[in-house]
């Protein structure tokens, strides 16, 4: 395999909303480049990128796939990302790695949600972002609309390198001209005036980078073609300039520019910013991309392949490797053998002995490394701080299909959710369930599909319990004696208590006021361990109790009777009767939503919001978009996902994330009360 210099590497990513034509832009590029000789199609199965068979059958690409292009002197790694919510994850992995993204728009659509959450995860990396617009051919488009639609909704500084005029696509950096089968042609007399606009706003942009460009350009009323790569490659490294693109995919026209516009404008590894990292006391340090510094890659994704096993796909920020190699993993504080190493185009794979800072390879064979890991130098440790993915919206509990399959299906969980951190397994004893947090119900099912695969365990979802507390809300005493005579030793025990309601977050506070010794001190910890057991059932709906302050401030003992039992006892009924006194209520958690919707949905989905008795905190405008800031009850989201879409026609998306514990409503609680009594009855 050929050696690269890592100025002549480039890695992007291509983002955008679902359905836009990501994958089909991706085929465009390799077959124009040369690196593929036939060009793929995503409907007929044929994609180079979608060469799965979960994305074949689905018709969308489920994670992220990765292309090469060779094109003048470079090579140009391109990450094919998910546009469905439900594997953002995949996206933000690959943005975090990337020198630059390419965020794809359809011409006929323009702005949508995911266009938003997208070029969100591109902005917040702070790499440079091109715009590709796709699918020209598409009826009733207005370029100059199109564009204005954008700068509101986007920012103002996006400026066209490559427009459409009668037929033709016209490059303001070279004024040359193809048309729409990619063969070179004139540009239109009428696209002249477009054309000056469109070069003059570019020129600007770059001479604004340095007085010595202001000068040049106030000067000649122009600047050379290095003088703009070189203004333009600043204002996109300072977040300000944000060239746009565009052509079509099928027949493929436009894709030559934009390989140019990759391999002149996006910045190379080594101009990357330096990576965040804490060296081994805890200090923050700068991962500098250089090829000659201590070997430090990031993982950023794992794959299971049917021929290696599982691939773990790392970017090497810093540093060269060459052959066999050991590195420490610093998460997990353990070597890893660094043996086999490719480098992926589609589902081909190129077995590579070297890998160099901008690198992007996939790892097999590596005994226990997750996403997110560092591998790193053991001489020179460091833990790169984590890419942060989103938590996940849908959760539910888990169970497998057949009994004895409970083992299999932990380990194989276990697996899937450090290949995939948006997709989050707990077992919560707190409601006696497994649950299993995902990013939508497609992402379950895909997850489920993956697990069969990897295990042979065929496992089923259903609705989890909700984990609400008890607590009381007044003061209130009690007494209880427990007395039981069966012939030989008995067992006494007698328990004064007190309870106080505690504020929010405060748990579990127990004290003794006993004096004169009426009960003896060698028996208060079983009194404390009776009233904490008793604890983790309340009376009105089985949930565990919190934020209470017992006191035990009197009782009575026997001398022969009396025993750490006795007093265990007489504390645990003591206090279930005391509780009962003290005005019980029920709190349920409260979670914190982030909802982004046209605005034309707005009206159904802040009615729905209501429904679910949901608290809307706030709002905000973005575009012809609106965000909406809530706190619902999490028992009244299972399923908001699909909810949502419906209400929006796909077009909306949230986030969500726990907010606090609250008190249900009297109604709410008396239902949850009468459930809980109902399956008490069941089980008995």
Not at 182 to 203: M, N, Q, V, Y
Request: glycine share 8%.
């Amino acid at each position: 395999m050929k050696k690269y210099d890592p100025r002549m590497l480039r890695t992007v990513s291509v983002i955008g909303h679902g359905s836009v034509g990501k994958t089909s832009l991706c085929d465009a590029l390799v077959y124009e480049s040369g690196d593929v000789e036939r060009l793929g199609k995503v409907d007929d199965g044929s994609s180079f990128f979608d060469y799965t068979n979960e994305s074949r059958e689905r018709k969308h690409s489920l994670s992220f796939s990765q292309g090469i292009c060779h094109w003048k002197d470079h090579r140009i790694t391109i990450l094919d990302t998910p546009g469905l919510a439900d594997f953002y994850g995949e996206t933000i992995g690959c943005v975090a790695v990337s020198d630059g993204a390419v965020l794809v728009l359809d011409a006929g659509s323009g702005v949508e949600v995911g266009t938003l959450k997208t070029w969100s995860f591109a902005r917040e990396a702070g790499i440079p972002v091109f715009l590709w617009v796709n699918k020209l051919d598409s009826e009733n488009q207005d370029f100059q609309e199109l564009l204005s639609d954008i700068r509101e909704s986007l920012h103002q500084h996006i400026v066209p390198l490559v427009f459409p005029a009668e037929g033709a696509l016209i490059n303001v950096l070279t004024g040359s001209a193809v048309d729409m089968q990619g063969k070179e042609t004139e540009i239109p007399d009428a696209a002249r005036e477009s054309h000056d606009r469109f070069r003059k706003e570019l020129l600007e942009s770059a001479a604004e980078t340095s007085e010595e460009l202001m000068e040049s350009y106030f000067e000649n009323d122009d600047l050379t073609p290095e003088q703009i790569e070189q203004g333009v490659g600043r204002a996109m490294s300072s977040g300000e300039f944000f060239p746009l693109l565009c052509g079509t995919s099928a027949p493929p026209a436009g894709q030559p520019f934009l390989l140019d516009t990759l391999a002149s404008l996006m910045p190379s590894p080594l101009e990357r910013a330096p990576e965040k990292a804490l060296d081994p006391d805890g200090n923050e340090v700068e991962v500098e991309p250089s090829p000659d510094g201590p070997f430090t890659a990031r993982v950023f994704s794992i794959k299971i392949d049917k021929h290696v096993g599982e691939l773990v796909y790392v970017r090497v920020l810093r540093g060269t490797l060459e052959g066999a190699a050991d590195v420490y993993n610093t998460a997990k504080s353990q070597s890893e053998k660094l043996n086999s190493y490719y480098i992926m185009s589609g589902g081909e794979r190129s077995e590579a002995d070297r890998l160099v800072t901008g690198d992007i390879a996939a790892v097999a064979k590596l005994k226990d490394t997750s996403t997110n890991d560092t591998l790193c130098e053991r001489k020179s440790p460091v833990s790169l701080l984590p890419i942060e993915f989103p938590e996940p919206v849908h959760r539910a509990a888990i169970h497998p299909k057949s009994r004895g399959d409970e083992d299999r299906m932990g380990t194989g969980l276990s697996k899937l959710s450090a290949q995939d951190p948006t997709y989050v397994v707990r077992n919560e004893p707190e409601i006696g369930q497994t649950t299993v947090a995902a990013m939508g119900e497609q992402h379950h099912s895909v997850m489920l599909q993956r697990l069969k695969e990897l295990t042979g365990v065929e496992a089923t979802l259903s609705k989890p319990r909700i984990a609400y507390h008890e607590t009381i809300t007044k003061q209130a005493k009690n007494r209880y004696r427990h007395k039981k005579q069966t012939g030989g030793r008995g067992q006494y025990g007698e328990v004064y208590l007190r309870l106080e309601p505690l504020r929010r977050g405060e748990g579990f506070v127990f004290e003794s006021e006993v004096v004169g010794g009426s009960v003896p001190t060698k028996f208060i910890p079983a009194v404390e361990k009776g009233v904490a057991e008793t604890l983790k059932k309340g009376p009105l709906s089985g949930s565990q109790v919190v934020d209470i302050k017992a006191v035990v401030y009197d009782g009575s003992s026997h001398p022969v009777d009396s025993s750490d039992m006795a007093f265990k006892i007489a504390a645990s009924k003591c206090f279930q009767e005391c509780m009962s006194k003290a005005n019980p209520i029920i709190l349920e958690p409260l979670m914190e939503l982030v909802i982004t919707v046209p605005e034309e949905f707005m009206g159904d989905v802040m009615g729905d919001i209501n429904s679910r008795r949901g608290k809307i905190q706030g709002m905000e405008s973005e575009g012809s978009f609106q965000i909406i800031h809530v706190k619902a009850p999490e028992a009244e989201l299972y399923q908001y996902t699909s909810s949502l879409r419906s209400l929006t026609q796909a077009r909306g998306s949230f986030s969500q994330s726990f907010s606090h514990y609250e008190q249900v409503p009297r109604d709410v609680q008396q239902k949850i009360y009468e459930e809980y009594q109902k399956s008490r009855h069941e089980e008995d």
